[in-house]
């Protein structure tokens, strides 16, 4: 898992931005997003992952998702739940 975790972010280290960080249910509706960010956000998706555990930490059913229209990258799992990054759009 942590191999995988590595090669994932090296993918997202070649592209270039990402927008929309959001956090949704088990069923995919969102709780909360936050605005725009640079590749940089792959390389703490953990941390990401770790204040939604502060914000909602009696809540079971969370994940973490970068919102976008393609090239979704799954980079870990934890709890049964997804914890991802994708590409919404790229500037150079």
């Avoid at 997202?12 to 990402?18: H, M, N």
């Avoid at 941390?47 to 870990?76: L, M, Q, W, Y």
């Amino acid at each position: 898992m942590e191999e995988n975790f590595q090669e994932s972010l090296r993918s997202l280290e070649r592209q270039a931005f990402v927008r929309y960080s959001t956090v949704v249910d088990k069923n995919g509706y969102s709780i909360s997003s936050s605005g725009e960010a640079t590749k940089a956000t792959a390389a703490y998706v953990r941390e990401v992952h770790n204040c939604a555990r502060e914000i909602f930490p009696t809540e079971d059913s969370i994940k973490i998702v970068i919102e976008g229209t393609k090239n979704a990258v799954t980079i870990g799992e934890q709890n049964d739940f997804l914890v991802g990054i994708q590409v919404i759009k790229e500037l150079y």
